[in-house]
């Protein structure tokens, strides 16, 4: 499995010939990082939730024109806004495919907004997606766990971690998301203390570069 991160929280996963992009929000589309040429020939298009973060409409609608065959697992939220969008392929049963769907919520906010409907997944069998969800309980076999390290208003690192205490079987390797709000000598240090911490659990933490592919 290759791993290509777009910025906060949006990836590209590329596995055996077919390719996933997860939670194409704003951040990531404005960041620069984004060649458009890999949006081409999208397989999946997996969106944990309707925050701008994670579902922005312009790079949306360029994932739709490159990939048009793409298929989308969204919330009904999420659906809300893409709808728009001309001939978009929305499965909502993923039992038997790449993509499964996990039931989850987002992370508490009741000082900031709110959040009408939240998923986790498990892409591939083996890349669990937590979103902005710091309370699932069982990674249903995957190896690698994709989860959010800087909660911005609702969150801390500290939540991710009770996270990966709290799971019976810990997953192999962590990759970070959700940490565009750092500078980049806040995201070096943060990350040389979670590679610390991470590793009392026996979690491999992998500090990810953006843009850069990296084989997990």
């Not at 699932?136 to 208003?153: E, F, K, M």
């Not at 009770?162 to 565009?180: E, Q, R, S, Y």
Request: aromatic letters at 10%.
């Amino acid at each position: 499995m290759t791993i290509t991160k777009l910025v906060h929280s949006c990836m590209l996963v590329e596995q055996d010939g077919k390719k996933a992009i997860v939670d194409p929000g704003s951040f990531s589309w404005n960041s620069g990082v984004v060649d458009q040429d890999k949006l081409r020939d999208i397989d999946y298009v997996l969106v944990t939730h309707a925050h701008a973060d994670h579902i922005d409409e312009t790079f949306a609608s360029v994932v739709n024109e490159l990939s048009p065959n793409a298929i989308w697992y969204v919330t009904d939220s999420t659906k809300e806004i893409i709808s728009k969008l001309p001939g978009i392929q929305v499965e909502t049963n993923s039992e038997l495919s790449d993509v499964q769907y996990i039931a989850s919520e987002h992370a508490d906010l009741t000082h900031w907004g709110a959040c009408k409907d939240h998923t986790s997944f498990v892409l591939f069998k083996d890349l669990f997606i937590s979103g902005d969800c710091q309370t699932n309980t069982d990674l249903y076999g995957a190896s690698i766990l994709a989860g959010a390290i800087n909660g911005g208003p609702w969150g801390a690192i500290k939540g991710e971690l009770d996270m990966i205490a709290g799971l019976n079987t810990k997953p192999a390797k962590f990759v970070p998301l959700h940490d565009w709000h750092w500078n980049d000598q806040a995201r070096a240090s943060f990350y040389t203390g979670l590679i610390d911490a991470m590793g009392k659990f026996g979690v491999e933490f992998l500090s990810i570069e953006n843009g850069i592919p990296i084989e997990v």
